[in-house]
């Protein structure tokens, strides 16, 4: 299990890492200069993110607990809620980070998420939390409302928001849990499906469209997922996909090969008569690729076999 979290300094311009006992610590630079709205009418918000620098936590909550009455438009509101969220969150990151249980802080983290909507750091750790007690449609949903959390630039600025490297690591455990779930999970939590995520580009997606066994026909969850997919690309409205078929390695090499071209035939044919205008190809690749996963061990040879056989879009 690994928590990323934010630690925040008051140095500008300096991203530090640090690693406690296997649980990464991403330090991000906060300082209160720049920080808030251009506006800087909110005193809520400029008193929250001293109470943040400070690292008092009671301070913080009162004042998003009294930032509805200030003179503070509602962007504001959230955002200083999110600011005592985090005050909140670096709290529990450090106490794990020095070996504390995060199953400890379930309860805490799930109060921080309805209390004041996120942010990612809260969701992206309850999807840790789901994945680990193999709670797969969980932790999907939590790791990609992180994904579309953290890529919102309103509620996630810049000084708060993942960095490159994580919103891809973020798009693959979402990835990762949809295929491992026994039902269909939506590619898009919030609003419509996105392949660009704060100026990162992310060309290809896994897909738990899911087919009879040996077979190039849907099961009803296939269906479904076909559908959610071809939703996607109404949104999206890429010009040309390719369509890449995967199998387990249950099987000849040949066999294998043959029927995953037919995978992705079939969910060409499908997206075709859903509406989706652009060009389609497809690739069959057999069982020569399989998927790799972020902790192979904590997967059965069942699930493992699910995880590979996939068809990945390719945005082109």
């Known amino acids: 299990m ?18 406690f ?15 808030a709205p251009a506006t800087a009418a909110c005193d809520a918000y400029t008193g929250v993110t001293e109470a943040f620098n400070a690292g008092d936590e009671q301070k ?28 909140a969150f670096n709290r529990i990151a450090t106490t794990v980070g020095n070996g504390g249980k995060l199953a400890d802080h379930q309860q805490e983290l799930e109060d921080l998420q ?13 999807g840790d939390l789901a994945r680990e007690r193999k709670d ?10 992180a994904l579309e959390d953290g890529s919102n630039e ?40 996105k392949v660009s995520f704060r100026g990162v580009k992310i060309k290809k997606k896994s897909t738990p469209v899911r087919y009879v066994f040996g077979t190039a026909d849907f099961t009803p969850e296939g269906v479904e ?41 079939t969910l060409k044919s499908y997206l075709s008569t859903a509406g989706y ?5 497809t690739e069959g690749k057999g069982e020569d690729q399989p998927f790799k996963p972020d902790d192979a061990s904590a997967y059965d040879t069942d699930t493992m076999n699910q995880l590979h056989r996939r068809v990945e879009v390719d945005v082109e």
């Not at 797969?136 to 409302?145: H, I, K, P, T, V």
């Not at 387990?248 to 029927?259: E, I, R, W």
Request: with cysteine.
């Open 114 to 126: 309805r209390q004041y909507g996120g942010p990612w750091q809260v969701y992206d750790a309850l």
């Open 21 to 35: 006992a296997g649980i990464a610590l991403a330090s991000t630079v906060f300082a209160l200069a720049g920080a």
């Open 154 to 193: 309103t509620m996630t600025p810049d000084w708060m928001a993942p960095d490159e490297q994580y919103i891809l690591r973020l798009d693959k455990l979402a990835g990762e849990m949809r295929l491992a779930s026994p039902r269909p999970v939506q590619l898009a939590m919030r609003g419509g499906c």
């Open 277 to 281: 205008a652009g060009a389609i190809t």
């Open 225 to 265: 997922a076909a559908k959610d997919l071809a939703e996607c690309l109404k949104t999206m409205k890429p010009g040309s996909i390719k369509l890449i078929g995967h199998t387990d390695p249950v099987g000849s090499a040949d066999a294998n090969y043959k029927l995953s071209l037919a995978r992705a035939e």
């Open 60 to 87: 913080a909550r009162s004042i998003a607990e009294t930032a509805s009455t200030a003179n503070c438009s509602a962007n504001e509101r959230t955002l200083t809620g999110r600011v005592a969220s985090l005050t």
């Open 136 to 145: 797969y449609e969980q932790a999907a949903r939590f790791y990609q409302l």
């Open 2 to 19: 690994l928590l990323r979290s934010l630690c925040f300094d008051a140095i500008p311009g300096a991203k530090p890492l640090r690693t």
